[in-house]
């Protein structure tokens, strides 16, 4: 019984993730003990995983009241709730636009190629005239983060009322639906596939923008205290933790987007098998 | 639909996004639009006084779009070269190779500001010129940010075939080889465009980021976070002007690239 138990798992994709981890895992450490070979300080440079797993439980303070992951989570949770803030009202106003450029064309011809070109802006670049608009800090990370998620999701969500069939618009039509039932029935139910596209694209997304303009300027959040640790203002682990934290933060905001997806539309084929790059299928 | 109205549809096309377009410059020029953003223009300076900074400081500014460009561009190829090799392994050892990748775009999802730092110090001992070693240190997290998008779409490219072409080459008695460059390869083109159209916005992005963490102070993106730190707000939109028209650029010379190329694909 247990040895099938075990054949199954070893035939399993699980099995080969476990693997991959693994194999990553080894040439961390391999790299880690050669840097701690040649390097004076190895910690600046590559520690040991164990080195920083055993920094998350160290209880040595790091400034004069917190230790390094106190510090690190106080700050995550400012972080995320800007980021947070800035996605939802990003792909609201995402959302109204691939809605409004689908009712009215002359809206898309209008505003479609200059939403192409805001992706060619770098973010950081926005923040001082967000900043001095907004007068707030705190307003323009979320700001920011609401620009970075709203081109995705109209782009994706534009597509996805594209892609109904025409057969389908034809029947409404036929049936003499108004176009407001054709919109509730018929075209964002079967946008919502795009939608989430957008929204799997958009969530690490808005985190990184949200970490990256932290480092612009003072006052909390991940970016901020990255940068002082990097200045050894704190110790250096409080670095190598933001690392791993962000990047379990932007994996568990795409499967986030894909378990809200399921719930919203359980009877569907969720994506691609791919996260993120997905987004667009080859023009024929 | 009569041609009448055919013409106009394309004229509007191309209409509309101008007069758009100019219409945002003239609010923007005469003050409208800081009225009513409630900006002032030494934070958001008039569009005349970017472009006379931008012709006055042309050969300094030249010098940084190069610097941003080799960097952009020597990761894209780099990215995109590994990443299809990856790819293509990944296809021929398809259930070891298809578990790598999934946990590969997972680490798309880690933020390029925490791999810069990262690879900025892995690469202090790499040359002992910092222009040198922090160019490296850019160009490898260009890489790294192109190569997931590149390697993934690799795999898809040379797997998801057309029904029946594999057993169609199989029954011609096509050896390995054959399908392999005669089926696969060939098969992959489209979706090598399909990353590129995801990687070349995002390789400026990326070539952008890494400069605010590099060593040596050059660079687009870097020009722009120093003249802000500054407060030479007008220097840096100069800056951000130049950024965008980059990307539109590279991203209109990929477009032309792949209309060429994919000429009679059905």
Redesign the interface.
């Known amino acids: 019984m247990n040895a099938i138990r075990w054949k199954k798992f070893f035939a399993s994709?699980k099995w080969?993730?476990v693997?991959?981890?693994l194999g990553?895992i080894l040439v961390w450490e391999i790299g880690a003990t050669v840097v701690a070979g040649v390097k004076r300080t190895p910690e600046?440079?590559?520690p040991h995983l164990y080195q920083i797993i055993g920094s998350v439980f160290s209880s040595q303070k790091a400034n004069s009241t917190q230790t390094a992951i106190q510090i690190v989570l106080s700050n995550a949770w400012i972080t995320l709730m800007r980021a947070g803030i800035g996605f939802a009202l990003g792909a609201m106003a995402g959302f109204m636009l691939a809605l409004l450029m689908s009712l009215f064309s002359?809206v898309e011809?209008?505003?479609?190629?200059?939403l192409?070109?805001i992706?060619?802006?770098?973010?950081?670049?926005?923040?001082?005239?967000v900043?001095?608009?907004t007068r707030d800090i705190d307003k323009s990370r979320i700001v920011i983060a609401a620009i970075l998620t709203f081109y995705p999701v109209a782009t994706n969500t534009l597509s996805g009322f594209k892609a109904v069939e025409r057969e389908k618009r034809e029947l409404m039509f036929s049936l003499a639906a108004s176009r407001y039932d054709v919109y509730r029935k018929l075209l964002i139910p079967s946008s919502l596939p795009y939608l989430f596209t957008g929204l799997k694209i958009a969530a690490?997304m808005a985190?990184?923008a949200s970490?990256?303009v932290d480092?612009?300027q003072g006052g909390g959040g991940l970016?901020c205290m990255?940068s002082q640790s990097?200045k050894h203002a704190m110790t250096i682990y409080v670095?190598w933790q933001?690392?791993f934290l962000?990047?379990i933060i932007?994996?568990l905001?795409?499967q986030l987007m894909a378990w809200l997806e399921k719930l919203v539309s359980p009877y569907r084929r969720s994506g691609g098998?791919?996260?993120?790059?997905d987004?667009?299928?080859?023009?024929? | 639909m009569n041609k009448q109205s055919n013409a106009w549809d394309q004229i509007?096309?191309f209409l509309?996004?101008v007069?758009?377009?100019a219409l945002f410059v003239v609010l923007w020029q005469t003050g409208l639009l800081h009225r009513l953003?409630?900006?002032?223009t030494f934070?958001?300076p008039l569009p005349g006084r970017i472009f006379t900074i931008i012709e006055e400081n042309t050969p300094a500014i030249m010098g940084n779009v190069r610097a941003t460009l080799t960097v952009a561009l020597g990761g894209l190829a780099l990215g995109s070269l590994i990443g299809y090799l990856l790819g293509v392994l990944a296809a021929l050892f398809s259930?070891?190779g298809?578990?790598?990748?999934?946990?590969a775009?997972?680490?798309?999802?880690?933020?390029?500001?925490?791999i810069a730092?990262?690879l900025n110090?892995?690469t202090?001992d790499f040359s002992t010129d910092a222009n040198i070693r922090s160019m490296f240190a850019k160009i490898l997290v260009v890489t790294v940010t192109s190569m997931?998008?590149m390697s993934?779409?690799a795999y898809r490219?040379l797997t998801e075939l057309k029904p029946f072409s594999l057993d169609l080459m199989r029954s011609c008695a096509a050896s390995g080889r054959q399908i392999f460059f005669k089926l696969r390869v060939p098969n992959s083109v489209?979706?090598i465009?399909?990353?590129l159209?995801?990687s070349v916005?995002g390789c400026?992005?990326s070539a952008?980021?890494s400069e605010?963490f590099a060593e040596y102070i050059v660079g687009v993106?870097r020009q722009?976070?120093e003249n802000?730190v500054l407060a030479q707000?007008a220097t840096?939109w100069a800056?951000?002007v130049v950024?965008?028209a980059?990307?539109?650029a590279l991203?209109a010379a990929l477009l032309i690239s792949e209309r060429i190329l994919?000429k009679g694909?059905?």
């Open positions: 994709p080969v993730t693997v991959w981890v990553l600046n440079v590559l002359a011809k209008m505003i479609f190629p200059y192409m070109m992706q060619m802006i770098p973010i950081l670049g926005m923040a001082p005239i900043l001095a608009i690490p985190i990184t970490i990256l480092t612009l970016g990255m990097l670095f933001i690392v962000s990047a932007g994996i905001s795409y098998d791919f996260p993120a790059t987004a667009k299928e080859p023009t024929p | 509007s096309t509309y996004p007069a758009f377009g953003l409630g900006a002032d934070t958001l259930k070891w298809k578990g790598g990748l999934t946990l775009s997972a680490f798309n999802a880690i933020p390029i500001i925490a730092p990262i110090n892995l202090k997931v998008a993934v779409n490219g489209p979706f465009f399909t990353a159209r995801v916005p400026i992005i952008l980021v605010y993106g722009i976070r802000i707000y840096a800056y951000i950024a965008c980059m990307g539109i991203y994919l694909r059905g």
